[in-house]
């Protein structure tokens, strides 16, 4: 499955209750990763950090209700008892919380969710995917500064838009890391973020959009035993430096001045393994 596909399955989610959500996110995580970003309430709020984040995360559960319904379902209430916060309220805290809070907990999530779960690996290696997808943002002057517009001849995007590349174990579908930037930033540059925690023995696979010299050599050099797969590109010269069998072969790429350039740490030519497969659909 692509992960475009994945993440507008989940999008499609209508999801309507939950007896708590503390049922998937621990109370502690939450606590802690405010601290760390430094937006911990230290005083009585209208709408105390804590709770400005299980709305975040209601937003992105219950994405068909109104904000006056969503502080309703998850019970979001002031410290006076009042059981409902204005939206107004709700938007301010917003913009206060920031994304820190958020991207460490989705950071600690998944890494106690995969400590947790046994995942099934290939030949003692675990099955990573990398692929990206472009977010529509609000039509705002902000925005389109920020995050820019992709275009054509005929003109811009209605919308800004955001770019988004991140890493998933494929036995669970289990999103791992994330890199987010402007449209205009490609997907290679946002891959190369997520070298640095790529785990160890482990296949990523990637599409051939990826195909980058810099991008693979980086990727297998860093760490231990860190594999990837991928399609390779129309009229890619490479010389066979030797065969392991009718559809097996090693060969050698050669890298592009202008790749050297980009990528001082690449050499002049890497070796790797072709395998030729005919798939009928």
Request: proline share 5%; hydrophobic share 35%.
């Amino acid at each position: 499955m692509l992960l475009s596909t994945a993440l507008s399955q989940v999008s499609q989610n209508n999801f309507t209750e939950f007896t708590a959500l503390s049922e998937l996110l621990e109370p502690s995580l939450v606590v802690d990763a405010l601290a760390q970003s430094g937006v911990a309430t230290i005083r009585k709020r209208k709408l105390p950090m804590e709770q400005m984040v299980w709305a975040v995360i209601g937003m992105a559960l219950f994405r068909k209700m109104s904000m006056r319904q969503l502080v309703n379902q998850l019970d979001i209430i002031r410290p006076n008892g009042d059981p409902y916060v204005a939206p107004s309220a709700v938007t301010q805290a917003r913009k206060k919380l920031g994304h820190q809070s958020i991207e460490r907990i989705f950071n600690q999530t998944q890494s106690l969710w995969h400590e947790k779960s046994v995942h099934p690996t290939w030949c003692g290696l675990t099955l990573l995917g990398v692929d990206g997808v472009v977010w529509r943002t609000p039509d705002s002057k902000e925005n389109s500064e920020h995050y820019g517009r992709t275009g054509n001849r005929y003109g811009k995007a209605s919308y800004p838009q955001v770019r988004m590349v991140c890493q998933m174990e494929l036995t669970s579908h289990l999103l791992t890391q994330s890199a987010f930037d402007s449209v205009d930033i490609s997907e290679m540059k946002l891959a190369e973020s997520l070298i640095k925690t790529t785990p160890d023995n482990s296949l990523t696979l990637f599409d051939r959009g990826f195909y980058s010299l810099g991008l693979l050599n980086r990727w297998q050099s860093t760490g231990t035993s860190r594999h990837w797969l991928i399609p390779l590109k129309k009229n890619v010269q490479y010389e066979v430096v030797r065969s392991l069998g009718r559809q097996d072969k090693i060969v050698r790429l050669t890298a592009c001045p202008q790749a050297r350039k980009k990528c001082p740490d690449l050499p002049e030519s890497i070796e790797t393994r072709l395998v030729s497969r005919h798939v009928t659909f």
